[in-house]
């Protein structure tokens, strides 16, 4: 039987005590393998809050344990059994409850952080809408000041949570001045209606939809963010990005020990499909991406603080969240193939591959496409290039040097950025460059990855950067 903890008793467990109470809770019952694959229940929620689930990013002063590295591997720990439930835990610390820490007012600091420290809430970040698709400057919520408060009125959709949050971070456009932004907090009885739930094809646990707001918010709910252009959109989507290989090397880690299973057993003449050659390739691939989002994972966990302000970290939430989410994608496929027909087949007794691959599909197009982001990597490097080199740019930056000393062969279209498509394949083999960079740091962190699966990654990663290459061969071919 579970001993009962209090939220006070939860601060006091040490850092050990606290992540793996909460990771036994989370493989013995919310394992994604036999979990339902619908709407995260409440009480669920509620069970895994008196646990402390919400408390890393939380400051001591309102009943939290305020603790970055303590996050990155709590949502490291849950994406290996769940991973729809590690985008649940993301998205309600790090975009919802990390933005009120950094920039609430006092007033709604002590309204909405000691309750979420102590009961099952729900918090939800609404940025998006049907009309503006990636380009956010085109929104056309507005807020408009009203004696002592905000009207807020709009609409939004593919919100997480778009039908059970019960608090909302809202970005919106002021009625005089389009190019000023403001960002309010709003509980959803005050004016959140959700008038269309989505059928979405991964991420069961968490439900989306079309959001109409009619709300009037007092004065102390504005949040302090610039309201310069989309300055504070872009910080907190950065915090959101950055923890995307926190969940895929939480998830690759899980379905490489799954596929590993699954060609022992599975017989095949008069040995078993692990003993295939292409079988071992693929095995290797999905081991190898598991060392490269361990890599990103422990960049984040060392030298980045979600705390703080992280347009500093622009650059590199951009490669983690590309390279990241393409390795989760990539490993799931493989996944799926290897276990054939079964792969293919809901709830299948030996294998997870087909919610394996619903779930990690989306993580390439949401919070920005990759597309769109390796478009941004690319004019990043631009802007801090000297006459637009990027290849000597890369070769100095700080960020990028160590990766860069694996490249042995020509990238100088990396310096032709003439049209938008070479700017996103420049972008993603620069988030690549990015890549080996970190798993040259990683070398040096001792209860990482193989030597093995590290130098499989470097090689993995020199082979995408020159599939890249020839792509940008591609671009300048004129098709008649």
């Keep these: 039987m579970e001993s009962t903890l209090t939220a006070e008793s939860v601060t006091e467990l040490s850092t050990e005590n606290y992540l793996s109470g909460l990771e036994s809770i989370v493989k013995e019952k919310y394992n994604s393998a036999t979990f339902t694959h619908s709407p995260f229940p409440r009480e669920d929620w509620k069970h895994l809050t008196t646990k402390g689930i919400m408390l890393s990013m939380i400051p001591e002063e309102f009943g939290g344990?305020?603790?970055?590295?303590?996050?990155?591997?709590?949502?490291?720990?849950?994406?290996?059994?769940?991973?729809?439930?590690?985008?649940?835990?993301?998205?309600?610390?790090?975009?919802?409850?990390?933005?009120?820490?950094?920039?609430?007012?006092?007033?709604?600091?002590?309204?909405?952080?000691?309750?979420?420290?102590?009961?099952?809430?729900?918090?939800?970040?609404?940025?998006?809408?049907?009309?503006?698709?990636?380009?956010?400057?085109?929104?056309?919520?507005?807020?408009?000041?009203?004696?002592?408060?905000?009207?807020?009125?709009?609409?939004?959709?593919?919100?997480?949570?778009?039908?059970?949050?019960?608090?909302?971070?809202?970005?919106?456009?002021?009625?005089?001045?389009?190019?000023?932004?403001?960002?309010?907090?709003?509980?959803?009885?005050?004016?959140?209606?959700?008038?269309?739930?989505?059928?979405?094809?991964?991420?069961?646990?968490i439900d989306y939809g079309r959001n109409e707001i009619n709300a009037l918010v007092p004065d102390y709910r504005r949040l302090n963010v610039t309201a310069d252009q989309l300055l504070g959109a872009a910080d907190m989507l950065c915090a959101s990005r950055l923890t995307m290989p926190a969940m895929a090397s939480g998830f690759i880690a899980r379905i490489h020990k799954e596929?590993?299973?699954?060609?022992?057993?599975?017989?095949?003449?008069?040995?078993?499909?692990?003993?295939?050659?292409?079988?071992?390739?693929?095995?290797?691939?999905?081991?190898?991406?598991?060392?490269?989002?361990?890599?990103?994972?422990?960049?984040?966990?060392?030298?980045?603080?979600?705390?703080?302000?992280?347009?500093?970290?622009?650059?590199?939430?951009?490669?983690?969240?590309?390279?990241?989410?393409?390795?989760?994608?990539?490993?799931?496929?493989?996944?799926?193939?290897?276990?054939?027909?079964?792969?293919?087949?809901?709830?299948?007794p030996s294998n997870n591959a087909a919610f394996a691959v619903l779930d990690s599909r989306v993580y390439t197009i949401f919070d920005g496409t990759n597309d769109l982001l390796s478009q941004q990597i690319t004019e990043f490097c631009m802007k801090k290039s000297n006459s637009g080199n990027i290849v000597e740019f890369l070769s100095a930056f700080e960020k990028t040097k160590e990766g860069m000393e694996h490249i042995y062969f020509d990238i100088s279209s990396l310096n032709n950025n003439t049209t938008q498509e070479r700017k996103v394949i420049n972008g993603q083999i620069i988030s690549r460059i990015f890549g080996l960079h970190c798993l040259e740091e990683a070398k040096s962190i001792t209860q990482h990855s193989t030597p093995e699966n590290i130098r499989n990654g470097i090689l993995f990663l020199i082979s995408d950067i020159q599939k890249s290459i020839v792509e940008t061969e591609i671009l300048i071919t004129q098709l008649t």
């Design 65 to 205: 344990r305020n603790s970055h590295q303590e996050l990155c591997d709590l949502i490291e720990i849950i994406s290996t059994y769940n991973l729809p439930l590690g985008m649940y835990t993301m998205i309600i610390t790090a975009l919802f409850i990390r933005n009120i820490t950094k920039y609430g007012s006092d007033d709604v600091k002590n309204e909405v952080l000691p309750q979420f420290s102590k009961e099952p809430l729900i918090g939800g970040f609404a940025l998006t809408e049907p009309n503006c698709g990636s380009n956010l400057a085109k929104m056309t919520t507005t807020f408009e000041k009203k004696g002592n408060g905000y009207l807020i009125k709009g609409e939004k959709h593919w919100q997480a949570f778009s039908s059970t949050a019960d608090w909302w971070l809202i970005a919106a456009k002021s009625t005089t001045n389009e190019k000023e932004f403001g960002y309010f907090i709003i509980q959803r009885h005050e004016g959140w209606k959700n008038v269309e739930e989505y059928n979405a094809l991964g991420l069961k646990s």
């Design 259 to 348: 596929v590993q299973e699954k060609t022992k057993t599975r017989k095949m003449g008069n040995g078993t499909l692990q003993d295939v050659g292409y079988v071992q390739y693929k095995l290797k691939q999905i081991a190898a991406n598991g060392a490269i989002t361990k890599a990103l994972f422990l960049f984040l966990k060392n030298k980045v603080d979600l705390r703080t302000d992280l347009m500093d970290h622009f650059f590199e939430a951009q490669c983690m969240k590309v390279l990241a989410t393409d390795k989760m994608l990539e490993s799931a496929l493989n996944y799926q193939q290897l276990c054939g027909g079964e792969g293919y087949r809901y709830h299948s």
